[in-house]
């Protein structure tokens, strides 16, 4: 198993071992232990599962105000996304900047995301479903997001007509979000 960091503080890609044969894969896509020999020693609390009928589906830019700040860590069980990752840690050298990361049934690529990051993807394929493990509940008073297209992020989603939730649509830019990272 491997873990690839990248420009963004806490944020890491996780390479699990597949173990493939004439009937398919097996992977552990999770282990406490294993994961913790990496430095992923989270206790995550809530297991999600999103399901996107369509391509072209963008979820986010979302995150949670302190306290309830979720570091996740996500996969792809069917279909592809293209996850991205914004840091809006205040005091962080990377403030204001963004990856983006290819995770998919294919690459069994799984993405830790750090508390203080607003997190988004858009579906590259349909019927994708997305698995997430979080370490802090769903607080919706919390719960606060960024607006996909906020010129000052210009982030690349690789779609340009993206279907949104009525709430993904009306999120302030970073300049106006209420933010205490
Ligand atoms: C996130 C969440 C939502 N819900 C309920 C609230 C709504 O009635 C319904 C759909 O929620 P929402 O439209 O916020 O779902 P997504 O747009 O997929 O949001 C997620 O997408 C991006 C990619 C994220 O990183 C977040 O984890 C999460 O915000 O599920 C819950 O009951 N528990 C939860 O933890």
Known sequence: MKKISTKLQ??????????????????ESYSSSKFAELGVDHLFVQDNHSLSVEAGVLRGLHYQLNPKAQTKLVRVA?????????????????????VGVILSEANKRQLLVPQGCAHGFC??????????????????EHD???????????????????IL?????????????????
Request: proline share 8%.
């Open 123 to 140: 579906t590259i394929v349909p019927n994708t479903q997305v698995l997430y493990k979080v370490d802090e509940y769903y607080s919706p």
């Open 165 to 181: 939730s009525e709430k993904d649509k009306k999120h302030p830019l970073l300049q106006d979000a209420e933010i205490n990272f």
């Open 144 to 162: 606060r997001g960024i607006l996909w297209n906020d010129p000052a992020l210009a982030i690349d989603w690789l779609t340009s007509n993206p």
């Open 78 to 98: 069917a279909g592809a996304i293209y996850d991205v990752v914004v840091d809006i840690r205040k005091n962080s050298p990377t403030f204001r900047q963004w």
């Open 10 to 27: 806490g944020l890491h890609i996780i390479e699990p071992d597949v173990f493939g044969d004439n009937r398919g894969f097996f992977m």
